[in-house]
């Protein structure tokens, strides 16, 4: 299993959220952020601003739908054809395992459940 950290422009989240689900990957969990990249903050006049607000979203799929859901996130978030600085970044994280607070199922990375013992 693969969690997909995404940080996109807080405009292009319904964006990205939409592709997801129409992509058949509704699970998601969205976060406001601040932070700054490679352009170090945007400088307008005198003023400088180095926390650049923009949405990070979590997303766990399969080893292999990675790359479709990558593409997907790209594809909505990027903007124009060829992108701009300050559109996001996305990390991705292997997981070792996933539990289940309601029924305390654990899962594992070769899909295998469970039960817990509460």
């Known amino acids: 299993m693969i969690m997909i950290r995404s940080i996109v422009r ?3 989240v319904d964006n990205v959220l939409s592709a997801l689900m129409e992509a058949g990957f509704p699970g998601v969990t969205k976060m406001s952020v601040v932070g700054r990249g490679k ?11 180095d926390e650049i ?17 990558v593409k997907t996130v790209i594809k909505a978030a990027r903007t124009g054809d060829k992108g701009a600085y300050g559109d996001g970044k996305i990390f991705i994280v292997p997981v070792l395992e996933v539990y289940t607070i309601s029924s305390g199922v654990k899962q594992t990375p070769d899909g295998e459940m469970e039960e817990v013992i509460i």
């Open 10 to 12: 807080p405009e292009k």
């Open 39 to 49: 352009q170090r903050g945007i400088k307008i006049g005198e003023v400088t601003y």
């Open 53 to 69: 607000p923009k949405e990070m979203l979590l997303t766990m799929v399969n080893d292999k739908d990675k790359d479709f859901v």
